[in-house]
T-cell receptor, first 113, second 113 residues
Framework: SQTIHQWPATLVQPVGSPLSLECTVEGTSNPNLYWYRQAAGRGLQLLFYSVGIGQISSEVPQNLSASRPQDRQFILSSKKLLLSDSGFYLC????????????FGPGTRLLVL | AQSVSQHNHHVILSEAASLELGCNYSYGGTVNLFWYVQYPGQHLQLLLKYFSGDPLVKGIKGFEAEFIKSKFSFNLRKPSVQWSDTAEYFCAVTPGGSYIPTFGRGTSLIVHP
C-alpha cells in the first residue's frame, strides 16, 4: 500500500533562517506531488505542484520554492523565512490520469519567531 | 479560475441531529467533486467523491453528497451525526482533465454528546 511521509512534524525557526521540509511517497511511482499551506479558516492553499522530476509549477508567488530531485521526493524550501511563513504545511500525492484523489501526509507545523 | 464556497464555517450540533454542509463551485465545464475530512490529530482524508453517474454519492461513515449540476452544488449530508464526526470538512473541485484541485475554506463541525 502507499504511504506518504513528511518531516519534521514540528519546526520552530527564527526569522531569516533557511527552511527545508521533506515529503516522500512509498508504494507508487510517477505520482503528481503537491505542497499546500493550511491556515485556520482559510482552507488549503496550493503552493506548488509537480508532475515529474525537476518539473515544478508555482501557484502563488512568495518566499518559498520547491524541488523534486527524485520521483517520490518533494522538498519545500526557503532561503530566508518570514513571520508570515508560519503555518501548517501539507504534502499530497495523486495518481496520474486517475481519479485525482489527493492523498495527504501528516503535515508539518512551522512556527517562525 | 474556479472557486469553491463553503457557506458554513462553524457548525455545532448535538448527537443524532441531521447535518448538511453546503458547497458551491464556479466552473462551467465538467468537474470532479470531493469531500475531505480531517479528524482531530489525523491526516486529511477522502470522505467521498463524484466523477460521473449517479449524482447521489455515498461515502464512509454514513455520509452522502448530492451533485446538482444546475445549482453548481455538492452538499454533504448525514441524517444522524455522532460525536466522532467532530472534524473539519473540506469541499474540493477539480476540472475534468485537470489535476489541480481548488479547496473550499473548510467547515469546522463540533458534535456535542
Amino acid at each position: 500500500s502507499q504511504t506518504i511521509h513528511q518531516w519534521p512534524a514540528t519546526l520552530v525557526q527564527p526569522v531569516g533562517s533557511p527552511l527545508s521540509l521533506e515529503c516522500t511517497v512509498e508504494g507508487t511511482s510517477n505520482p503528481n506531488l503537491y505542497w499546500y499551506r493550511q491556515a485556520a479558516g482559510r482552507g488549503l492553499q496550493l503552493l506548488f505542484y509537480s508532475v515529474g522530476i525537476g518539473q515544478i509549477s508555482s501557484e502563488v508567488p512568495q518566499n518559498l520554492s520547491a524541488s523534486r530531485p527524485q520521483d517520490r521526493q518533494f522538498i519545500l524550501s526557503s532561503k530566508k523565512l518570514l513571520l508570515s511563513d508560519s503555518g501548517f504545511y501539507l504534502c499530497a500525492w495523486s495518481v496520474k490520469g486517475g481519479s485525482e484523489t489527493q492523498y495527504f501526509g501528516p503535515g508539518t507545523r512551522l512556527l517562525v519567531l | 479560475a474556479q472557486s469553491v464556497s463553503q457557506h458554513n464555517h462553524h457548525v455545532i450540533l448535538s448527537e443524532a441531529a441531521s447535518l448538511e454542509l453546503g458547497c458551491n463551485y464556479s466552473y462551467g465545464g465538467t468537474v470532479n467533486l470531493f469531500w475531505y475530512v480531517q479528524y482531530p490529530g489525523q491526516h486529511l482524508q477522502l470522505l467521498l467523491k463524484y466523477f460521473s453517474g449517479d449524482p447521489l454519492v455515498k461515502g464512509i461513515k454514513g455520509f452522502e453528497a448530492e451533485f446538482i449540476k444546475s445549482k453548481f452544488s455538492f452538499n454533504l449530508r448525514k441524517p444522524s451525526v455522532q460525536w466522532s464526526d467532530t472534524a473539519e470538512y473540506f469541499c474540493a473541485v477539480t476540472p475534468g482533465g485537470s489535476y489541480i484541485p481548488t479547496f473550499g475554506r473548510g467547515t469546522s463541525l463540533i458534535v456535542h454528546p
